[in-house]
């Protein structure tokens, strides 16, 4: 096995049955509103996005995210389980709620593959792109074919950036990210250094907490149920 491949968390993902839901649960729970999102056309998805970097996680953002009404149902799976009819009738039931986190890379490629040597089916990697307000967006993503999360929410999705990253044309919300703690519990694959592991077999899959202006705020994640 080679060396291993540095990794850093980009951004957490919120999940909604609407964009609006999300923009509005946003806004209550973590006082800012987010914007400069677009849409995910090969996906059937669209986004809004907040920058959330801080010390601890620099150039990281939280994307809002749901099925965009607008575009045709692709031919297959959604990413981040969207398509799940279990999250799908939460998010309807409890309204929008921290479903994932994506890391990135320099290397997608050997990042796959030593998520891959670690036992985490991971997908293949495909190329992505959305408009945005501040210009076109490329990325690289690892992805299932059954738009499955990597150990049911777990394990990060992977990412690679091309010469744009999100947060470059994002101001300063005035939320940062300060902790991620990832529930580790039957899981051995590599993960980004600042991200906390929490093997006690009750811990949440993941579990952020945010500083905004008025509090800190904590978003825990459940387990989907398949990985």
Known sequence: MGP?????????????RTL??????????????????????FMG????VFNASS????????????????????????????DDAVLRQRLHDDGPRLVHWVARCADIH?????????????????????????????WRIALRADGRRPCGGVAPTLIEWGDRHPTDG??????????LRVGLAGLDAPLPAAVGR??????PPLCAVLATPGRRVTLMSSLSTKG
């Open 198 to 203: 929490d093997a006690t077999p009750s811990a």
């Open 4 to 16: 291993p491949v540095p990794l850093t968390l980009d951004h957490l993902v919120i999940a909604a």
């Open 20 to 41: 609006d839901e999300g923009v509005d649960w946003c806004e209550a729970t973590l006082g800012v509103r987010p914007t400069a999102g677009g849409q995910h056309v």
């Open 45 to 48: 998805t669209h986004n809004r």
């Open 170 to 179: 994002l101001a300063a919300s005035g939320v940062q990210l300060e902790s």
């Open 55 to 82: 010390a601890r996680f620099p150039r990281s953002y939280v994307e809002v995210i749901a099925i965009d009404p607008s575009l045709p149902a692709p031919p297959h799976a959604r990413w981040f389980d969207l």
């Open 110 to 138: 050997a990042a796959r593959a030593a998520m891959m040597a670690a036992g985490v089916d991971a997908g293949e990697v495909t190329d992505a792109e959305r408009m945005t307000p501040g210009g076109l967006l490329r």
